[in-house]
């Protein structure tokens, strides 16, 4: 469908985006296809700078220095991203969405103000298709409780994960094609299968 196409994976904690992220890429590098693997906040060295300091657990930032600090850790991504955009599959972990669904259907934060400024850093840089993963409420608590060791993100009520993913949600039906909603509560083989199906006929 898309010669080099710019895959997302969004969701919330717990809800197994970053394995399944991980997963493609080894899938890929099995088929020597050519790709870029990053995640957000970090990526590029400058950015992954900028996730340390907004995920440490001492960290207590209000809601608009947590916005800026996101959208500067993308800023520092940018030239990376277009350095490869349409010359090498980019698969990325957390992107646009999630400052969205965070920011602002989780925290509160204006919608203009985000659209903005992703709008200037982005400038023609899109996202050809994005995977959802959904989680229930007793799955993300367990796979939560297994982690070594929790960021500041981990550590919210699950009433704010919820609305962010009501808000992911949202998003997602604005532009149904470009989704496709994975329920991570499933056995996670078929979920495996169908995300690999999928990129194959993305590539």
Not at 9 to 27: A, P
Not at 67 to 79: C, F, H, Q, T
Not at 102 to 128: A, C, E, M, R, S
């Amino acid at each position: 469908m898309f010669k080099k196409p710019v895959i997302v994976f969004e969701g919330i904690e717990g809800s197994g985006k970053s394995f399944h992220i991980t997963n493609v890429s080894n899938y890929l590098k099995k088929k020597n296809i050519d790709h870029i693997k990053l995640r957000e906040p970090g990526g590029s060295l400058n950015s992954e700078k900028i996730r340390n300091i907004i995920l440490n657990k001492k960290s207590n930032f209000n809601k608009e220095t947590d916005l800026l600090l996101y959208l500067a850790a993308r800023s520092e991504n940018i030239s990376l991203l277009k350095r490869y955009y349409k010359k090498k599959i980019i698969l990325i972990d957390r992107f646009t969405d999630s400052t969205v669904a965070y920011q602002h259907y989780g925290l509160g934060v204006n919608l203009n103000l985000i659209n903005t400024i992703n709008k200037y850093l982005l400038k023609d840089f899109k996202v050809n298709f994005t995977f959802l993963n959904t989680v229930n409420k007793k799955n993300m608590i367990k796979r939560l409780g297994l982690r070594k060791s929790l960021n500041r993100y981990d550590k919210f009520n699950n009433n704010f994960y919820q609305k962010v993913q009501k808000g992911f949600l949202k998003i997602s039906n604005k532009d149904k094609k470009r989704y496709q909603i994975i329920d991570s509560n499933l056995d996670i083989s078929i979920n495996k299968s169908l995300i690999i199906k999928i990129i194959n006929k993305l590539i």
